[in-house]
């Protein structure tokens, strides 16, 4: 019945939070680069092909999606990807398909009945968007637009002046604990986690680049030898 607990798994799900500005596109296709290792990334677009004026210096495959984000517009994709050996997939940003959920619960409320009900019915479009991400056979990096507020905060001279800052993603509350790690990114595109279960950058603050998607590349192997290992034993 029970069996001793390993670390294992091939694919890492990864979160980036912060303001509009913060560079979550930019150091979500950074990791996606050291994540692939030379593989094909895919990047879902939702920002207005903000992405593609990445394409420069990156080398990835893009599908834009606009308005209205309904749940399809993130499936199919996703479908593409992992029928046509892409390595990652990046989605930019997830915020958008929540916020189309959330149009699709105030409409079902205009068309009358239960509103308890109805979040219902919405539920099970936000089930679809994390089966989409989670249980994906690839590396997968979502972004995801912070609430943004402003702070006093003293500077080198003394003087208090206002700082935007990043607070609660756009998302349903509680999606951070869905993800691996989750990599808050701040207006000086410094990322923290406030979440790791990889325990590699607790209590750390730096810029995500092409290493931090080969630290996680080298946990993952890591982890297929512990099991392994077990498996022989």
Known sequence: MFQKAQKHGTHIKLAITGPSGAGKTFSALR?????????????????????????????????????????DKLIQPTKYVLNNNYDVLVIDSASHFW?????????LDKRGGNSFANWGEANKKYDL????????????????????????????????????????????????????TVFDLDI?????????????????????????????????SESDISEKKGQAA
């Not at 979440?195 to 996680?216: H, N, P, V, W």
């Open 99 to 107: 916020n189309g959920i959330l149009d699709y619960k105030t409409n």
């Open 31 to 71: 990791l996606a680069r050291g994540l692939a290792a030379n593989g094909r990334i895919a990047l879902i677009d939702t920002e207005n092909e903000s992405a593609s004026l990445y394409a420069g210096e990156f080398d990835f495959d893009v599908t834009n999606v606009e308005a209205p984000y309904t749940i």
């Open 129 to 180: 968007l994390l089966r989409a991400i989670l249980f994906s056979k690839i590396h997968v990096i979502v972004c995801m637009r912070s609430k943004m507020e402003y702070i006093l905060q003293e500077n080198d001279k003394g003087k208090q002046v206002p700082k935007k800052v990043g607070m609660a993603p756009i998302m349903r509350d509680g999606v951070e604990y869905e993800f691996t």
């Open 188 to 220: 000086a595109h410094q990322a923290q986690a406030s979440k790791d279960r990889t325990q590699m950058f607790s209590d750390k603050i730096f810029q995500l680049t092409e290493q931090t998607g080969a630290q996680f590349r080298e946990w993952l």
